[in-house]
């Protein structure tokens, strides 16, 4: 006796519907969303409770020696280099310190080793200071200064000081250091102290 033979099973698969397609990725859009909304809110709080702030340098003294250095002569300057960290619970870890003193666009002074590697706490000032010594003073920058002198009664250097910053919060600290440059604008008067205008002023800074 010959069995029944059945017919093949055929599947068919149904399209889903536009609509839903459109809920669908519409759910995933506000789920995403949402994160991104509360991960950045959470960052703003944490901006608010730390108030994060970079380091502040002033000069507290600059000297110098002879001043106008004459032609061919070799100046020495002295420098000290106040350092604040305003924050109230951010450290910052310094690396080594280096200075040169520029006129115009001419480095007259330096020294590599102005204090580093040091770690600072939070609400903390720390003064570092060096001697900063010049080679042999061209013609053109003798005159150049001799000359602002006689017109102002001041003479325009710039103090710019390179290091690295790494930070620290609690126990976490940040792996990577960064390259920090200061510039500090000073007026030296004919004494060759630092003028009254220039003491304390807040220098610029740029990071690498």
């Given amino acids: ?19 839903l397609k459109k809920r669908l990725s519409k759910q995933v859009c506000s789920f995403v969303l949402s994160v991104l909304f509360v991960a950045a809110f959470i960052l703003f709080l944490l901006w608010l409770a730390l108030r994060p702030h970079r380091p502040r340098f002033h000069i ?17 300057f ?13 450290g910052f870890f310094f690396g080594p310190i280096s200075g040169t003193v520029y006129f115009r666009s001419n480095q007259i002074a330096s020294n590599t080793d102005m204090g580093g590697p040091f770690f600072q706490p939070p609400k903390n000032t ?34 710019v000081l ?7 919060l609690s126990a976490w600290e940040t792996h990577g ?7 500090c604008d000073v007026a030296v008067g004919s004494d060759g102290q630092i003028m009254a205008e220039s003491k304390s002023k807040r220098c610029s800074m740029y990071f690498f």
């Fill in 60 to 76: 507290s003294s600059f000297s110098a020696s002879p001043f106008p250095p004459p032609e061919s002569s070799s100046p020495s």
């Fill in 126 to 159: 720390k003064t570092v200071g060096a001697q900063l010594e010049g080679g042999s003073i061209e013609p053109l920058d003798a005159a150049g200064m001799q000359n602002d002198l006689s017109e102002n009664g001041y003479v325009n250097l710039r103090l």
């Fill in 1 to 19: 006796m010959a069995l029944p033979s059945h017919a093949p099973v055929r599947f068919t698969s149904r399209p889903v519907p536009e609509s």
């Fill in 162 to 168: 390179k290091t690295t910053l790494r930070f620290r």
């Fill in 78 to 90: 002295s420098v000290q280099i106040a350092i604040r960290n305003p924050n109230r619970k951010i």
């Fill in 177 to 183: 250091a960064r390259v920090m440059h200061v510039s």
